[in-house]
């Protein structure tokens, strides 16, 4: 089954610093999404992307939807140690209702954050 | 607001053993799925079920079967459980159409198969 490759696979930052991960994949996918997911917890979404060349902002984080629509990037500004996790990139053919829609995840970007 | 709710949290099985991994959501969604994560691996999705009576296979379904009788409920059954079954089982929803907001995750399932 296809997986998208992540990268890098962990990083080890000041508190401070900018963070920048990416996603690939060798197919094309319509929705992409990015989750974070704590010890112990399930992945929780952090943004959604449904254009080619959309970028999107939630709070310190930014994510743009890649213009072959075969790539993904998070950013997360001035890092702060809550955002220690693991950030999974997630893709979706479906772009609209009534379409069976699974995920395909990425392999994870494990974050951590020191003072 | 319970969201989407997974029980046991944890559980050890001997190998050949048969267990059922429990799944509820309380947000009257119509796709619930199973993921599997391993180290390195991410989520890989087992089955998946679009709506009450229909389920569908994912990536990696062998040695798992699931049933929808009710919208609410999606459990997992292991047959004969063997360790290469030990795993982190996430049970995932989302309403029909609403891509926009991705899915609901439950907190998860470890499973250890001995």
């Known amino acids: 089954g296809q997986q998208l490759n992540q990268s890098p696979q962990s990083m080890f930052i000041q508190e401070g610093e900018d963070v920048s991960m990416n996603c690939t994949s060798s197919s094309i996918f319509n929705t992409w999404l990015w989750y974070k997911q704590e010890p112990g917890e399930g992945p929780v979404l952090l943004i959604a992307l449904y254009k080619a060349g959309e970028l999107t902002s939630n709070g310190r984080l930014t994510a743009q939807f890649g213009i072959t629509r075969k790539d993904s990037f998070l950013n997360i500004s001035a890092s702060i140690p809550s955002d220690v996790g693991i950030y999974f990139c997630a893709g979706l053919r479906a772009i609209n209702t009534g379409t069976a829609s699974k995920l395909t995840f990425g392999t994870g970007t494990r974050l951590q954050v020191t003072l | 607001n319970a969201g989407v709710t997974q029980t046991p949290k944890f559980q050890v099985l001997k190998t050949g053993q048969s267990m059922t991994l429990q799944c509820a959501q309380d947000?009257?969604?119509?796709?619930m799925s199973w993921y599997r994560q391993d180290p390195g691996m991410g989520l890989r999705l087992i089955h998946y079920s679009v709506g009450a009576g229909i389920t569908d296979q994912g990536e990696v379904p062998n040695g798992y079967n699931v049933s929808r009788s009710t919208t609410e409920d999606f459990p997992l059954r292991l047959l004969s459980a063997a360790p290469s079954q030990t795993s982190v089982y996430f049970c995932?929803?989302?309403?029909?159409?609403?891509?926009?907001?991705?899915?609901?995750f439950g907190s998860g399932t470890r499973l250890t198969v001995v």
């Open positions: 947000m009257n969604h119509e796709y």
């Open positions: 995932a929803s989302g309403a029909w159409g609403v891509i926009r907001y991705g899915y609901t």
